[in-house]
């Protein structure tokens, strides 16, 4: 086990509001909950675009994916309370095979190479928050087609994941 998820681990112990992983019993109706959220955020990213919040669909396209990973770990045993602890335990899912997916489809939504410039990055978690963190209000039509159809894409390989995993 890497250096990274030991200390996510450890941070899991604290309790209820941990900022780690921790380690539970598996829990379908938890899983099925993040499924639920999942196709929440995903309705909400189109959602934003059509009401002209389309600076929203970013975030809310990426959390569509993220409760698809949390899901994921969730089938694992796992809690995540951190999103570089979520991504460190799903990168060791795919390197024990317990995954289809890949590093490349992961290093889509984020890549731990954070010397990135976060301005001109394509990654899905640097789009939502260099959305969230800016003064733009909307995404150009191209931008958000290229977003719509990567966060599909990836929704789709993901949630073919969680029901492979039943």
Known sequence: MNIKLKKC??????????????KISINENKIKGHLKKAIHNLNAMISFKKTGFSD??????????YHLLLALIAKEGYESRNQSCTFALI??????RKLKITNEDLKEIFDKDMTADIEHSSKILDLRENM????????????FINLK???????HKLRLELEEKD
Do not use: N, P
């Open 56 to 65: 929203w669909s970013a975030s809310a396209g990426f959390y569509a994916l």
């Open 91 to 96: 990168e060791k899912m795919i390197k024990e």
């Open 9 to 22: 681990l450890k941070e899991g112990e604290s309790g209820e509001r941990h900022k780690g992983i921790k």
């Open 132 to 143: 969230q963190y800016s003064t733009k209000t909307s995404l150009e039509e191209d931008e």
């Open 149 to 155: 159809e990567r966060i599909t894409e990836l929704f």
